[in-house]
């Protein structure tokens, strides 16, 4: 059984960054593929970025492309999402998703099987 523990949210003026966490334990962490998604009130979740067991290749939705980048640090066990230049249409709750991918270098942006509590991020315009 994985747990992730978000952390990191916030509010931020629009223009500013925020850096997200996932914290990731109960399995090896190099062996997960990590995922962020979020979800806006009255809307679906949707993909935001993902990361391979290797931290190449990474994908992101093409709404955070160039502003977003997620990491991974296999020493802490913890994923990242940094967010630049936010936007207001960046509030969201967001998630960490987790996924034991048997290749290195899959990436995935649906079908995760562990998921974290979510973190709130609310962009002031």
């Known amino acids: 059984q994985v747990q992730l523990v978000e952390s990191g949210g916030g509010l931020v003026q629009a223009g500013g960054s925020l850096r997200l966490s996932c914290a990731a334990s109960?399995?090896?962490?190099?062996?997960?593929?990590m995922g962020w998604f979020r979800q806006a009130p009255g809307k679906g979740r949707e993909f935001v970025a993902a990361?391979?067991?290797?931290?190449?290749?990474?994908v992101y939705a093409d709404s955070v492309k160039g502003r977003f980048t997620i990491s991974r640090d296999r020493a802490k066990s913890t994923a990242y999402l940094q967010m630049n230049s936010l936007r207001s249409e960046d509030s969201a709750v967001y998630y960490c998703?987790?996924?034991?991918?048997?290749?290195?270098?899959?990436?995935?942006?649906?079908?995760?099987?562990?998921w974290g509590q979510g973190t709130q991020v609310t962009v002031a315009s």
């Open positions: 998703a987790a996924h034991p991918a048997p290749k290195f270098a899959e990436v995935l942006r649906a079908g995760y099987h562990y």
């Open positions: 109960g399995r090896t962490f190099s062996d997960l593929a």
């Open positions: 990361i391979s067991r290797i931290a190449i290749p990474t």
